[in-house]
């Protein structure tokens, strides 16, 4: 059974960083496309990035561009989100999800991110 | 590039069909002939679950209930036959952008 389990949200400043981890187990990691959607509180869905099976190929959404990185381990079966430069509004739940038929086919349970000061 | 859902509320009685309409500012057929329109569900408390792909193929475990339809601009989500586990909000996402619509909220009258 297909288990992706993220970790690593919690409450940063403004301005601050944080690195959030999503553990894949249940099908060979390193086949998928891994991508990143969050979700702010009581509002709709929003791509983060996503990126391809041997991590050379990658893409942001509009909001975060330039202050995301995402990256994978394929040895350790994860994906990761580097988050730099926080801004209040990236405040969300972080839902990493398996890429298939471009659109995300298994989905975690998410990590809240809550950037305030 | 834009996804328009509607309605945004939908209230529905138990046993009666449901239809949420997706719509694109611009043609979703991608260059190798696919459409790439899928239909997330989301029940409250719960992460998305993808029920639809390509437009119409459901998701191993989707109840036949459910069905996806469209083409071009146009798309429909139908329920046949509403449950109380139906309830939810559901998102219509073009993949290749993956670019998601507003959400309609689906809640039992």
């Known amino acids: 059974e297909v288990d992706l389990v993220e970790s690593g949200g919690g409450l940063v400043q403004p301005g601050g960083s944080i690195i959030l981890s999503c553990a894949a187990s249940?099908?060979?990691?390193?086949?998928?496309?891994m991508s990143w959607v969050r979700q702010s509180p009581g509002k709709g869905l929003e791509y983060v990035a996503n990126?391809?099976?041997?991590?050379?190929?990658?893409y942001y959404g509009h909001s975060v561009g330039g202050r995301f990185t995402i990256s994978r381990d394929n040895d350790r079966n994860s994906l990761y989100l580097q988050m730099n430069s926080l801004r209040v509004e990236d405040t969300a739940r972080y839902y990493c999800?398996?890429?298939?038929?471009?659109?995300?086919?298994?989905w975690g349970q998410g990590t809240l991110v809550t950037v305030s000061s | 590039f834009l996804l328009t859902q509607s309605p945004l509320s939908l209230p529905v009685t138990l046993g009666q069909p449901a239809s949420i309409s997706c719509r694109s500012n611009e043609s979703l057929v991608n260059n190798d002939g696919k459409t790439y329109l899928n239909w997330l569900q989301q029940r409250p408390g719960q992460s998305p679950r993808r029920l639809i792909y390509q437009v119409s193929y459901r998701d191993s475990g989707v109840p036949d209930r459910f069905s996806g339809s469209g083409s071009g601009t146009d798309f429909t989500l139908k329920i046949s036959r509403v449950e109380a586990e139906d309830v939810g909000v559901y998102f219509c996402?073009?993949?290749?952008?993956?670019?998601f619509g507003q959400g309609t909220n689906v809640e039992i009258k």
């Open positions: 999800a398996r890429g298939d038929n471009f659109s995300g086919d298994s």
């Open positions: 990126m391809n099976q041997d991590g050379r190929e990658k």
């Open positions: 249940g099908f060979t990691f390193r086949d998928y496309w």
């Open positions: 996402m073009q993949g290749t952008r993956w670019a």
